[in-house]
């Protein structure tokens, strides 16, 4: 899929990251609100599009940044896992079952930015549970990302070098004096902080040493002190008896840290379309470096500047595949109260097959590529069939229920409720398009379809379903 490309070149930094204000023009309206829900959450239901429109932006992106009040995710999160819940099995579960327990924390969380952050940080700490093989170990990761996962980045990083899953990947317990393993080391600065070219292999070796006896004893992260190597080393031009937690201190002192950073979280969260120059992002490289590397704060410069409510980020992403799910089941208001609901054990594994996005297992070290990888004749045709069978409601093969005419029924008066209304409504529920984004002629025949049945009068309940289906594969519906 080609996305519409904006040149950046001649922006102004200070101007592209200043705050965003409606005016007359460019106001705050239905098209700005879906385009931050699909950014800053996984897509918008009718009655949070609405309250977006009506709130403004400042509101709403705070109500984005700091969850839902009163709603604590962590405490339902925290029962989820209880050793006495007998609900929800997933701490010794199936690769499947840990896939269907976080789709449903993603469909009903209160907190869907950070939710989708965790989405982010899982790839960019790319842990598979293919290696690891511990269900237990990948959900006490998966908790630690969301802990982290809008909080100061040198913490976050830290306590991921001592976690186990991590530690199983990457072959901590191969690290020893004497004989390092640098598996963790290089990616901790390949990957996870500075990117090639920032680093020479003789850092590698160096920052290895400083790992040396970090271990797991399969549940937990051990030191073992006698496999440590306490000699001195020289890591990025300074030297001394460094440590793990030097390591981290070290390479977020480089200036190259903040900027690879901001350029990955720019490209999740603004455009996956013409890559930004080092002068575009410098702005927000100091301020994230000044803010001791706090991620609450730089997103929040990102969702209120005026570059991401700019032709140069609207629907410059192409949705990976949970964003895909995920996003419809928010806005079709699907019924899952549970995993179980999800017929965790038999049918919710295959709802993501074919995909190309399995959660707990990313390809590789480097985890998934995204943008144009995600669309391919197959995951397309993927795309197709899992969107008709979720829209079949509790008629389909899913065990997720959806009612689409419902929807209509509901959030439609009985005055706009034929082909025209109803058309109008499923395009503002799913695209939140713009005025005259979506092409009159596709309008038309979208018109013309719902209303084979009985012109002039309100459209059987299966041509609103298959209206539904034809928006859902919609070249506009696959970007966010």
Avoid at 117 to 123: A, S
Avoid at 217 to 226: A, L
Avoid at 327 to 343: H, I, N, Q, Y
Avoid at 366 to 389: D, F, I, P, Q, Y
Wanted: proline share 6%; hydrophobic share 40%; glycine share 8%.
């Amino acid at each position: 899929m080609t996305m519409r490309l904006s040149p950046l070149e001649g922006l102004d930094p200070a101007e592209a990251w200043a705050p965003w204000t409606p005016s007359p023009s460019d106001p705050w309206d239905r098209k700005w609100a879906g385009h931050l829900y699909r950014r800053a959450a996984f897509g918008v239901s009718w009655p949070e599009l609405q309250t977006a429109v009506e709130s403004g932006p400042e509101v709403t992106i705070d109500r984005l940044l700091n969850g839902r009040e009163g709603h604590d995710d962590f405490d339902q999160l925290m029962d989820e896992l209880g050793p006495d819940n007998s609900r929800f099995q997933v701490q010794n579960g199936s690769e499947a079952e840990l896939q269907a327990w976080w789709l449903h924390r993603m469909v009903h969380t209160m907190h869907p930015l950070r939710e989708r952050l965790v989405l982010f940080w899982h790839n960019h700490f790319a842990t598979s549970i293919l290696k690891v093989r511990r269900s237990a170990l990948m959900i006490q990761q998966n908790v630690l990302i969301r802990r982290n996962a809008l909080g100061k980045f040198a913490p976050f990083l830290l306590e991921m070098s001592r976690d186990p899953a991590m530690l199983i990947w990457l072959d901590g317990n191969s690290n020893a004096r004497g004989k390092p393993n640098e598996n963790y080391a290089r990616e901790v600065m390949e990957l996870f902080t500075l990117g090639v070219g920032h680093y020479n292999e003789t850092d590698v070796r160096e920052a290895a040493r400083a790992f040396t006896g970090w271990h797991t004893d399969g549940r937990k992260f051990v030191f073992n002190r006698f496999q440590h190597d306490d000699g001195k080393k020289t890591l990025l031009g300074q030297t001394g008896d460094w440590d793990g937690p030097d390591v981290v201190r070290i390479v977020l002192e480089q200036p190259a840290s903040a900027r690879f950073l901001v350029r990955k979280l720019y490209r999740f969260l603004i455009s996956e379309g013409e890559p930004p120059s080092d002068a575009l992002l410098e702005p927000l490289a100091a301020r994230y470096r000044a803010s001791g590397y706090d991620t609450a704060e730089l997103v929040g410069t990102m969702l209120r500047s005026r570059l991401f409510f700019s032709e140069h980020a609207y629907r410059q992403r192409i949705k990976s595949p949970v964003e895909y799910v995920v996003g419809m089941l928010r806005s079709l208001e699907a019924k899952a109260e549970t995993p179980s609901d999800f017929v965790l054990r038999r049918q919710q594994p295959r709802l993501m097959d074919g995909l190309g996005q399995a959660l707990f297992a990313p390809p590789n070290v480097k985890g998934w590529a995204g943008g144009e990888a995600w669309l391919n004749s197959a995951t397309l045709l993927a795309r197709h069939n899992l969107a008709w069978k979720i829209i079949q409601g509790t008629q389909g093969p899913l065990g997720i229920k959806t009612n689409p005419p419902a929807l209509v029924r509901k959030y439609t008066s009985s005055s706009s409720r034929d082909a025209k209304g109803e058309v109008s409504f499923l395009l503002g529920l799913l695209l939140q398009p713009a005025e005259g984004e979506v092409d009159e002629r596709v309008n038309r025949k979208l018109v013309e379809f719902l209303a084979q049945d009985k012109p002039n009068a309100a459209p059987s309940e299966r041509r609103v379903r298959e209206t539904i289906h034809a928006i859902l594969l919609m070249p506009e519906y696959q970007l966010s």
